[in-house]
């Protein structure tokens, strides 16, 4: 097999840039053999302790240079934007408070963020965080949440989405089915909710039941185990909660993404390529490999394995086919941005909606 045949699953894909403020040569080999429908950019692909000017126009052939390699006509160019804690962007672009500080301040907060994110090249923010914050062990949601209830969380998340829709960046409800009740961090280890259907009904579901009514298109997974659940797999893997759950009982029809699969929850499911097929089995659509945590390169083989699932007739017409038509989908309704200088007077009229955030804290990545 040549590495060519590997974009014909790029549809599926998800890839973090190596930490460069540059495109690295493993990057363009990635990007122009998988041909990925999606990158993220992280706090190290911007450059940082520079002036504006300056940090724009190397984002702006960063941007360019990632176009040019996937040589897509459209493709997610996204990035983790919370404000506070998880925000990957230099100054002058506003770091807001956290979200659980928002209130009615939620939707210009959505409109401020999209459209500074949209001048930097992006078309997608990994938020809202539609987690309910429940435990106050959790060392990893706290504040990132709207609230402690479901209904404040359903009501803000979804002021979230109206914000930004306007902006031309798409938002991702996340981590489906609920990571708020958890008191360990899936950047380090699998969290283990013993909780029931039913239970997360009352709860957890209610936020992304409200996304989903909203007109939601990503929706990302998160690394849980569930055992009342799916005693054997974790969410991200689970087919009885992305198809049984979030598909079947919660009705959704639009694109699923994973968390970064790199992350230590994760590292005793995804050692072997088949994994990237049961993947797409479970009901999934993009799976997500970042830099961070692991080396990209395992991408090609977890790209080749589901290549080479695509030789069973059953599995390419009703799992790859449908799935890949939900990203093409999603992909049609995209807007691509060229990076453009705002002014700084945009700036701080964005600051002074709610304030901004200034805690010197550990950064979630």
Not at 37 to 49: E, P, R, Y
Request: net charge negative; aromatic share 8%; hydrophobic share 40%.
């Amino acid at each position: 097999m040549s590495d060519s045949d590997l974009s014909s699953v790029g549809n599926h894909f998800f890839l973090g840039l190596q930490p460069t403020t540059y495109l690295h040569d493993k990057d363009k080999y990635l990007l122009s053999t998988l041909k990925p429908a999606g990158v993220i950019l992280f706090k190290s692909n911007f450059m940082h302790d520079s002036d504006y000017d300056a940090w724009l126009d190397n984002q702006r052939r960063l941007i360019a240079d990632v176009r040019e390699t996937i040589g897509r006509d459209k493709i997610l160019i996204a990035t983790d934007h919370e404000g506070a804690r998880v925000c990957r962007t230099p100054h002058p672009v506003t770091r807001f408070k956290s979200a659980a500080q928002w209130s009615d301040h939620t939707k210009d907060i959505a409109r401020a963020m999209g459209t500074e994110l949209a001048s930097l090249g992006l078309n997608m923010n990994f938020a809202p965080v539609m987690d309910v914050h429940t435990n106050p062990a959790n060392p990893v949601i706290g504040d990132r949440a709207f609230g402690t209830s479901p209904q404040t969380v359903a009501q803000y998340g979804t002021a979230f989405m109206k914000g930004i829709a306007g902006t031309g960046v798409k938002a991702c409800a996340k981590h489906f089915p609920g990571h708020g009740d958890t008191d360990v961090d899936s950047h380090y280890d699998l969290p283990v909710l013993n909780l029931t259907e039913e239970e997360i009904a009352k709860r957890e579901l209610i936020p992304f039941q409200a996304a989903i009514e909203e007109g939601i298109e990503l929706i990302m997974t998160g690394h849980i185990l569930f055992p009342k659940i799916d005693p054997d797999l974790p969410a991200t893997l689970s087919h009885k909660i992305t198809t049984g759950i979030l598909r079947e009982r919660l009705g959704y029809k639009g694109v699923v993404v994973s968390d970064d699969i790199g992350m230590h929850a994760m590292d005793a499911y995804f050692k072997k390529p088949e994994a990237a097929r049961q993947f797409l089995e479970a009901g999934n659509d993009m799976l997500m490999v970042c830099a961070h945590f692991t080396d990209t390169e395992r991408v090609v083989e977890l790209a080749t394995g589901m290549n080479e699932a695509l030789n069973d007739r059953k599995f390419l017409e009703t799992i790859h086919q449908p799935s890949s038509a939900r990203v093409d989908a999603m992909l049609s309704r995209t807007m691509m941005h060229d990076v453009a200088e705002l002014p700084l007077s945009t700036f701080e009229s964005h600051a002074a909606i709610n304030g901004v955030y200034e805690a010197n804290t550990v950064e979630v990545m």
